[in-house]
């Protein structure tokens, strides 16, 4: 496996009169909020209106920080890096690459931990998980399947911000890019490469803990 990662430099501001103004917009999704809605069983009025949620864009001018702060989808994940420390390095000019957890199966994943994700003796460990879903650099889909090709085939390491390695390989029966951890476990994309003005986002579909984090 090829290990590539970027420098773990003191962050620098992002200085916004280098970024491109853009109008263009990729809208986030927020499946979850409307599968919440359930049908009462006893005739009360209800409606999934109230589970409806307006689009949330995300525009290639803004930074991580912004761009995931407007999203209901990853609003656990944002909390997360908030209380852990970690959230204003998205705001630094980078580049840096995200892989977001979306709400449901992060809370899922933490429900093993007492006190879940807000208690405060819980924190390191989840500040390690969260730290495996942010890679210094530009690792676009481009990018990666270029290093992927360059490689044979085989999957690559990107070294996260935890200091453990995240694989990505390329699955040959879907052509889609699938995550590894250390210990064989993988974790597949569902928003790929979205990009930011410090970085790329991508949502996965679950969560992949290093393997210090279990």
């Known amino acids: 496996m090829l290990l590539l990662g970027g420098c773990h430099g003191v962050p ?10 853009s109008s263009n917009a990729t809208i986030l999704p927020e499946e979850s909020i409307g599968r919440q809605f359930h049908e009462p069983k006893d005739g009360t009025p209800s409606s999934v209106v109230a589970y409806h949620t307006t689009p949330t864009p995300s525009y290639p001018d803004r930074s991580l920080s912004e761009n995931l702060s407007g999203s209901l989808e990853v ?7 908030r209380a852990t420390g970690l959230f204003p390095r998205l705001a630094e000019s980078g580049p840096y690459t995200v892989f977001a957890i979306p709400n449901l199966p992060l809370e899922h994943y933490a429900a093993r931990w007492q006190g879940g994700l807000q208690a405060e003796q819980n924190l390191p460990a989840i500040k390690r998980l969260l730290k495996y879903t942010i890679v210094s650099g530009l690792w676009d889909d ?30 040959t029966t879907t052509n889609e890019l699938v995550l590894n951890n250390q210990t064989g476990e993988t974790n597949r994309l569902w928003l790929v490469n979205v990009p930011q003005s410090n970085g790329v986002l991508y949502f996965t579909q679950g969560v992949l803990p290093p393997a210090a984090v279990r």
């Not at 501001?13 to 491109?20: A, G, H, L, M, S």
């Not at 609003?75 to 890096?81: F, G, I, K, N, R």
């Not at 990018?143 to 390329?170: E, P």
């Open 75 to 81: 609003a656990d994940y944002v909390a997360s890096l």
């Open 142 to 171: 481009r990018t990666i399947r270029r290093a992927v090709a360059r490689h044979k085939g085989q999957g690559i390491g990107l070294k996260t911000l935890a200091g453990d390695v995240l694989s990505v390989h390329v699955d």
């Open 12 to 21: 620098a501001p992002q200085d916004i009169f280098q970024v491109r103004p």
